[in-house]
């Protein structure tokens, strides 16, 4: 899969930075998130680099399915599903996102009503 040399989850996904990794396939890699928001917090990347949602054309399509599937599977490894989790992708700067490439936050452990209170 295309990779950028320059890119955090593209140098976890090739092995060169060690990760906490909970899958890993041909298609994707997931592991936890470093600075976690819930008690559990994975990223679920595609081992293409794709830098942000603005980014994808319709050749992504069956990439990025790929990844909301394998995010759901390690929810319910994970044992999320019983009381239910959050899936995030943040798009931009503005939106929160810190590494441009595509990953998918999977967050449970907590609850997340909406609206909070």
């Known amino acids: 899969m295309a990779g950028n040399a320059q890119c955090l989850f593209c140098r976890i996904a090739s092995g060169e930075i060690p990760a906490k990794k909970v899958h890993e396939d041909a298609d994707v890699v ?3 998130d470093i600075n ?3 008690p ?3 990223l679920v990347i595609p081992r293409k680099h794709i830098p942000m949602l603005n ?3 319709d050749a992504d399509a069956a990439t990025i399915g790929t990844t909301i599937v394998r995010a759901s599977e390690i929810a319910r490894e ?3 599903h019983e009381d239910g989790y959050r899936l995030v992708v943040n798009n931009g ?4 996102q810190t590494v441009f490439h595509i990953h998918v936050h999977v967050l ?3 609850g997340f009503r909406w609206p909070p209170g």
């Open 93 to 96: 700067e503005g939106a929160g």
């Open 30 to 32: 997931a592991f936890h």
């Open 36 to 38: 976690p928001q819930a």
């Open 55 to 57: 980014d994808l054309t």
């Open 78 to 80: 994970l044992r999320l």
């Open 108 to 110: 449970g452990g907590r």
């Open 40 to 42: 559990t917090h994975v």
